[in-house]
């Protein structure tokens, strides 16, 4: 809960949202609008920013105690559908919030919320399975972690660029492929944390670049692989090709909500390459994964030779089908060659995804 003190009359809590404010402050309307009206007490209890349907910006709404609350004058109850929750008939003092057409009790309407948010973080998720299949498949996938040293701070008070940075990167069957400690401060470097990294960056470069060039780099965020892509670039390497990071993907993946129904934007640092690699391998084998892909469960990880066989110009023509899906692995140019089981036939090896599931950001 965000609250802050404001000053006069009397210090009072100022909220910053309705789902922050106590079910007995209610404003002067709220108050009108209870089944058995009633007017509000003299004592400001509270204020919420909200916002002002009427003038479409937020306004600081004032609350009072409705336990402090007088009754109206109006002597009958109203009794309408304004008052009873449609899902679990609860009859409400307050009138039911219409959502959709459907008037709810702050349980089912919130229960309500849960649900609907749910259902797009569950479409979020199966997104991410058909990625997860195809960066695990993809014999070119590389996944690169960086980890920096907390920042020391200068005589100035301000915060020094990290001192080093601790590469560790991993391919799909979590084979460790680096592990390096890359001095980043320069040689004359006042920073006292500079001491416990020796290996200086231009050391360390060819073996980063020979390891991490023209593969498929998978980092933990975007800052990573700018970072990354930098380095490459000095040791004279090209980059392959760069996501934007992992992070996203998890966070959509684990497609958490919280009990507010709001999607939750976080999630957990795997601190290592392998870690990264367990991590998406988990998620390539989540249970949801459609049928047509279950094949890819038993087989074996990488690409999978398929060898198209009979008239030249229908294999040509298979192979620029399954181009076009984004189920060719390896893309070069297909060379049939005869085959000699059948005279005038080719055959056509093609190394394609196992799982037949393309990269929806990877390479045309
Ligand atoms: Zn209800």
New binding site residues.
Partial sequence: MTTEEIASPAPVPVYQDWDDVPEYLLTQTQHAELDLPRKPCQTLAGRVWAKDWARRHAELFDLYDVRASTPTRSTASRSSDAYV?A????RTERPVKVRDGVG??P??ARVARIAAEQAGTREARARQLVWARGAVADPASVWVYLEYPERTRGPNGRRRPPAGVAITAADAAGRRLLRERVRLAGPRSQDPAAADWPVPLDRALPKLVRTLQGRKLITWCPEHAQALAGWIADGGGEVGWLGSGMRERVVAWRSLVDVRGRAVSTCLDPGRADRMVSLAVRMAEDREVPADARAWLASARGAMLVDIRGDEAAALRLHAMLRMLGVVAVDTDPSPVPDPAVPGAVSLPVWCRPDGMPDPEGPA
């Fill in positions: 929750c899902e679990c008939g609860a709810r009790c349980a089912c």
